[in-house]
């Protein structure tokens, strides 16, 4: 089973850097196996990603979320083609549309992890909030994981 983990925030901007910080946690803990699962982070989504899901069987999408209604959340995602136009970024579900576009074939079965943030001003350290957060996101993920990699 190759597994890819994308985590995508600023380090910078407080909870923004939820993500990044599970992506670190993770690679230092007993879960990670370098020969299963790759690591991958960037500030933002973009159009180039979708190729980063070629050679994976499956994938999660790691974020910081406001809108997140519990201190994290877990859902499959579908491809699906956002019809506003932006060169900034992307969400995981345009990022599947697109590997679908170019590859001719489904993408692999993807995921996004949210975890709950609350303060994401430029400097700030993460709150103490999303620190709870974030280790109940890496447990959640850890298990899921290592049950994934079993299979």
């Not at 992506?23 to 979708?50: G, P, V």
């Not at 899901?53 to 491809?79: H, M, Y």
């Not at 170019?102 to 303060?119: D, E």
């Amino acid at each position: 089973m190759q597994l890819t983990l994308f985590a995508y925030g600023n380090p910078s901007r407080g909870d923004d850097a939820l993500a990044p910080e599970l992506l670190h946690l993770f690679e230092h803990s007993e879960a990670y196996n370098s020969k299963k699962i790759k690591l991958l982070t960037d500030f933002q989504l973009q159009i180039e990603h979708a190729l980063d899901l070629e050679q994976t069987e499956r994938a999660v999408f790691i974020d910081a979320s406001v809108d997140c209604e519990k201190p994290f959340c877990f859902n499959q995602l579908i491809a699906e083609q956002d019809v506003t136009y932006t060169s900034h970024a992307l969400h995981p579900k345009e990022i599947l549309y697109v590997y679908e576009q170019i590859m001719h074939r489904s993408p692999p079965p993807c995921f996004l992890l949210t975890i709950k943030g609350y303060a994401f001003e430029l400097g700030e350290p993460l709150s103490v909030e999303a620190s709870t957060n974030l280790a109940l996101a890496f447990n959640f993920l850890t298990q899921w994981v290592l049950r994934v990699v079993r299979e």
